[in-house]
């Protein structure tokens, strides 16, 4: 299972840079723990509105 999950986040991250993102391993530890079950969806969707928010502030927008 855990080769599975670590193909799976291997495609999505190509996909995902394919599109323009650019993936940390900061997002990817965040998908894992995620994924993994060690933390809960809506903490999950709490950290990547904050990392959003923070590219953001960044980029100056």
Do not use: W
Request: charged share 40%.
């Amino acid at each position: 299972m855990e080769r599975d999950l670590e193909k799976a986040i291997k495609q999505a991250k190509a996909n995902l840079e394919l599109s323009g993102f650019v993936i940390t391993e900061k997002h990817e530890k965040l998908v894992r723990e995620h994924l993994n079950g060690e933390i809960s969806e809506e903490d999950f969707i709490k950290t990547v509105l904050e990392y959003a928010k923070q590219t953001s502030d960044e980029e100056g927008n």
